[in-house]
């Protein structure tokens, strides 16, 4: 039987094909240190004794580069490239939440969601959160996020892939 960590990983890359779009931002070690320079609260957790259940992925940026993104004319990679540690940020682009099947429903995204953004709004002045979203799912925890935090969203305009 898999450990959670390894399910989890399989997820990622099952839901999200990122290896294989160049949209997508891969997740790696050097990405991981990246996102941590951008602010200590763009990834977390919810964890049982077996591993992780649930994973949270968000990143502030600018105001442009999030109008850019949402036109279309820059991708997920970009958009995270472009983002330099220490810039205005007003923006929080959701990424990626992921939960084990027999998690969801329960909470965990969107509580995880909530801290994340919170601690990430006690250190820049965020006006709104934006989505590229990839399931009616991810679409439900990305508007229950916002109106619980008083803040409009924005999604990308392209059709589900």
Known sequence: MQNNFDRMVRLAEE???AKTDPDQLLVTPEVIG???AL?????????TADGPVTWVLVF????????AF?????????????TAPGDNFE???????LVL????????????TVESLEAIRRDHPVTSLFVWEFSDA??????????????????RNTVHR
């Open 60 to 67: 502030p940026t600018t105001r442009e580069l999030m109008k």
């Open 15 to 17: 839901f999200f094909s």
């Open 91 to 97: 923006c929080v682009y959701l990424c990626s939440a």
């Open 34 to 36: 990246r996102l941590k």
């Open 138 to 155: 991810g679409r439900r925890l990305a508007e229950s996020v916002a109106r619980y935090l008083f803040l409009p969203l924005l999604f």
């Open 101 to 112: 099947p027999e998690y969801r429903g329960k909470g965990y995204s969107f509580s995880a």
């Open 39 to 47: 602010h200590p609260a763009t990834m977390s957790e919810r964890a």
């Open 70 to 82: 949402l036109r279309g004319d820059v991708g997920e990679r970009e958009l995270f490239a472009s």
